[in-house]
């Protein structure tokens, strides 16, 4: 893309896994490396973009010239995020919130005690729709990891979760996605002409940011 593509853009992402804690000492979790998040930061800051992350704990530096705001939970992560949103001309949700958090987070270690043990979980904040429905109004993105029907249920997600442009990708393939170096994609927009969608084969994570925020500025010159 042109250097200073999303010049004076102020651009939010999460991204990384949340933490949603049981006790003390245990949470669920999920593989998330932050890795997509993360170069989505990096181009959109090559491109001329003021760049805010919003980070679950990831093992990963963050990227020079970025504003780092660290969370834990799903919760944590959409009260940040609505705090930024005001400031906000584009958010990209690139998370992977856990959908569910245990319904009581025990104060003390839990025991162990029987043969079999039972969890109740309670559904998490949507911190993308919430954030793409506020009355600020960011064009907003979002990713979707889809196993089947790629194109539906990203284009579901799409207009569900009031977006501007989804980043599908087919979790089938073990050799992209979560935790990998490599991304393949299908990026899927509306603009004033319907549906747009770009096909992106296999890629570095790097490269895939680039495009997408390529995308992005693209969209927002028309
Ligand atoms: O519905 P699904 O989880 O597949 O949607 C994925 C997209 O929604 C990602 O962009 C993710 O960052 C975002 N999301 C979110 N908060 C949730 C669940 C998903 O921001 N609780």
Known sequence: FESGALAGQRVVITAGPTREPLDPVRYISNHSSGKMGYALARAAIDAGASVQL?????????PERADCRSVTT????LD???ELVEHCDIFIGCAAV?????????EQKIKKSSEEMSLKLTRNP???ATVAGHAAKPFSVGF???????????????ERKGLSMIVANDVSDSSIGFNSENNAALLL????????ELDVEQCSKDV??????????????V
């Open 189 to 196: 927009w509306r603009d004033a002409n319907g549906n747009g």
């Open 74 to 77: 799903a919760q944590e992560m």
């Open 54 to 62: 919003v980070s679950g704990p990831v093992a990963i530096p963050v």
């Open 126 to 128: 949507d911190v993308l």
């Open 98 to 106: 856990a959908d569910y958090r245990p319904l009581i987070e025990s």
């Open 208 to 221: 895939l940011a680039g495009i997408v925020i390529a995308q992005i500025a693209k969209l927002r010159q």
């Open 80 to 82: 940040v995020c609505m």
């Open 144 to 158: 979707a990891a889809e196993t089947e029907n790629l194109r539906e249920h990203a284009l579901g997600k799409l």
